[in-house]
């Protein structure tokens, strides 16, 4: 079964990421990849991919004639999706125990961030068998 | 597809004979596009088959009968995809016009296909795609891997690519030496576009994808034997050279960015170097001095230099000229501010970073403000310099771009 686990932040959140310091940046940068790699050792990695910055975020709607109307307003409290991994693993409870090693990942002072990582199913194509 | 089993060796034979297959067997059926399906199903054949039964003695007659088999079935409506089946025996029956097909073939197929392949009503991830797959010979799961797309995805976008050029009537044959001229400098764009994706992905992902600054050079090599006189082609390939030479030391251990002052120049590859040099030198004898050559030229100067402090820093600025007058684009304004930096100071260089502030082509792109960090922190002005690398980091839509970025920053921030 395929689950998505994905990282979020408000903007404050972003902006205080990018003030840690450089050993605490590539720390980060390092768990990250070590996390990827153990993904794919496992043998349940589908994928994964980072997101760009908050700021550059829009929020797009068709206009009258179908053209994109876009605007970049969010409220302050919105959460944005940094990244996600997408695994495909045998039970939820394997999905929790791998969302628990990405929230260990190294945060400002070195300590882990200890972030909450949302996991929601990956809906599949399959139709039930009704059996 | 994906799990084929093939020899190493069979790969680099049957992508040369790719395109010739190619080129012979649209020239016959006066359908690229049929054509090109088919020669597709005709390699994956020969993965299949060759390892277990060796290579026939004449390899490409033997793809080209398997690739009209395919035509003719297609063309009598049999049943569709029987999966990695072809007939080996070569019956005497097709043997014929199998000697017909080979004497009607002729060298320029290849760049015919090029040329196709890089037609300017398509796309450029659709020419790029189609280009690899019809001239590189590249599976679409190879030509899928590389560029991070299902290879469903890939499939789809090299068949649209085939039927917009379909659509376009385009026939089977070299452009008029008048039309040349004219599509000459998009399929060299395209070859530049492979190798810069090849060359700027991440080692980590480099080694599990098919390795695309190789195949750009050896597809440039190729397009330079088609066409022997042409200066910019050899100016593209002295310029693919130049640069695939500092390869090793583009990433450290963590594949993080390193920039090219701080690059460990003994791991520069220096059998590149010297190629590059040799057929830049060549280009430039030839007398037209034109965008590639002129890149090239600017590689070389760094290339030449034994360490970072020994650039000829007045030569690349006198060169970033040339190529404002030859070829502008704000890139160029950008990299020639960062030489005019360097040989007339920061206060220099920032002064023509302002002409840019109003052009809408760079208004919000990440290098601006990477550029215009760099040359901030070079004055001293730390907090201005964090400032800027931090927006360029939140601009940029570059991961190992960003890390850098924001490592920079933060280098700053704590000193």
């Known amino acids: ?41 496992t043998g349940v990695f589908v994928s994964t991919e980072g997101l760009g910055w908050p700021s550059e975020a829009k929020l797009v709607r068709a206009g009258k004639n179908g053209e994109p109307i876009t605007d970049g307003v969010f409220p302050e409290s919105k959460e944005f ?26 945060g400002a002072g070195r300590k882990p961030a200890n972030m909450a990582i949302e996991v929601r199913p990956v809906l599949s194509g399959h139709a039930d068998l009704g059996l | 597809m994906a799990d084929r089993q ?34 597709q199903e005709a390699m994956i054949a020969a993965f299949t088959q060759w390892p277990q039964e060796g290579v026939p003695e004449n390899p490409r007659g033997w793809l080209i009968q398997v690739a009209c088999r395919r035509m003719t079935d297609q063309m009598r409506g049999e049943i569709a ?27 320029d197929d290849t760049l015919v296909l090029l040329f196709m392949c890089c037609h300017p009503a ?76 090849g060359y700027t992905s991440s080692i980590g992902s480099h080694l599990q994808r098919f390795d695309l600054a190789r195949e750009a050079i050896r597809l440039t090599r190729n397009t ?15 310029l693919m050279l130049l640069t695939d030479a500092r390869r090793a030391a583009r990433n450290g251990p963590d594949e993080e960015l390193i920039p090219l002052d701080k690059q460990d120049r003994y791991l520069w590859d220096r059998v590149e170097i010297s190629e590059g040099i040799e057929l830049l030198t060549a280009a430039l004898a030839k007398g037209s001095v034109g965008l590639y050559q002129l890149q090239a030229a600017i590689a070389a100067v760094h290339d030449e230099a034994e360490r970072a402090e020994d ?4 030569q690349i600025l006198a060169l970033y000229e040339l190529l404002q007058r030859v070829s502008p684009s704000p890139m160029v304004t950008l990299n020639h501010a960062i030489a005019a930096a360097m040989v007339h100071g920061p206060d220099k260089g920032l002064q023509l970073l302002r002409a840019l502030d109003a052009d ?56």
């Not at chain 2, 070569?90 to 199998?98: D, I, K, P, Q």
């Not at chain 2, 068949?159 to 026939?171: D, E, F, M, N």
């Not at chain 2, 330079?224 to 002295?238: F, I, M, R, S, Y």
């Not at chain 2, 650039?311 to 007045?314: I, K, L, R, S, Y």
């Open chain 1, 1 to 41: 079964m395929k689950y998505i686990l994905m990282m979020a932040g408000t903007k404050s959140d972003f902006e205080g990421y990018a003030r840690w310091s450089k050993e605490d940046l590539q720390a980060n940068v390092a768990f990250m990849r070590t996390f990827s790699r153990e993904l794919k050792d």
């Open chain 2, 81 to 107: 995809r029987r999966q990695r089946e072809t007939a080996v025996a070569a019956e005497t029956e097709n043997l014929a016009s199998l000697l017909e097909i080979e004497a009607d073939m002729d060298a």
């Open chain 2, 360 to 415: 809408p082509r760079l208004a919000s792109h990440y290098r601006l403000d990477a550029v215009r960090a760099h040359l901030l922190e070079k004055t001293g002005d730390y907090e201005a310099a964090i400032k800027h690398y931090r927006v360029a980091a939140a601009r940029t839509t570059s991961i190992p771009e960003r890390n850098y970025l924001m490592t920079q920053a933060a280098r700053l921030a704590g000193d």
């Open chain 2, 6 to 39: 093939y020899d190493a060796r069979f790969e680099h034979l049957l992508r040369e004979l790719a395109p010739q297959v190619l080129g012979a067997v649209a020239r016959r059926f006066r359908d690229f596009s049929s054509a090109e399906d088919a020669v």
């Open chain 2, 311 to 314: 650039t000829d820093w007045p």
């Open chain 1, 81 to 106: 999706l940094a990244g996600y991994w997408i695994i495909d693993v045998e039970s939820p409870e394997q999905a929790y125990k791998i969302a628990a090693r990405a929230s260990q990942a190294p």
């Open chain 2, 224 to 238: 330079k034997t088609l066409l022997p006189e042409n200066a910019e082609v050899a100016g593209l390939l002295a």
């Open chain 2, 122 to 197: 398509l796309t450029p991830s659709s020419a790029i795609a189609l280009t690899l797959r019809a001239v590189g010979g590249l599976t679409t799961a190879e030509i899928a891997n590389a560029f991070l797309v299902p290879e469903a995805t890939m499939a789809q976008r090299i068949s649209r690519a085939k039927q917009t050029i379909k659509a376009s009537g385009a026939p089977f044959r070299l452009p008029s030496p008048h039309e040349r001229a004219g599509r000459l400098p998009a399929v060299l764009h395209v070859l530049y576009l492979i190798f810069s994706e």
